[in-house]
């Protein structure tokens, strides 16, 4: 079975970096041919799909995050972070890691079961 678990801090003032991390059980993050996946939902907006880490350590990013964000990997932990540097308000959202099948935007197969961030003074 796998699971994934977010850690995050919760609570993030304004024009810092929010740091966010997925602990993978149950698969390994180099395995082929999934994609470590950061997808956010809004209270209201719905969902937006941040970026994603590949078996092979690749990034894809959503272009509309202006360069704000980077994904990492620790494989010796099966671990995979996401930064988002100057956050606002409008960042506060549930963020979940998501594993992706086949392609960057392929089935999602598993979910983490998302950690809620606010960004506030």
């Known amino acids: 079975q796998v699971q994934l678990q977010e850690s995050s801090p919760g609570l993030v003032n304004p024009s810092q970096t929010l740091s966010l991390t997925c602990t993978v059980s149950g698969a390994s993050i180099e395995k082929s041919y999934y994609y470590w996946t950061w997808i956010r939902q809004f209270p209201v907006k719905g969902l937006e799909w941040l970026g994603a880490?590949?078996?092979?350590?690749?990034?894809y990013f959503n272009p509309g995050l202006k360069s704000r964000a980077s994904i990492s990997r620790d494989t010796s932990r099966n671990q995979f972070s996401l930064r988002l540097r100057s956050v606002t308000p409008e960042d506060t959202a549930v963020y979940y890691c998501?594993?992706?099948?086949?392609?960057?935007?392929?089935?999602?197969?598993?979910w983490g079961k998302g950690t809620p961030v606010a960004v506030s003074p």
């Open positions: 880490i590949s078996y092979e350590g690749r990034n």
């Open positions: 998501v594993r992706v099948a086949d392609y960057v935007v392929g089935p999602a197969d598993y």
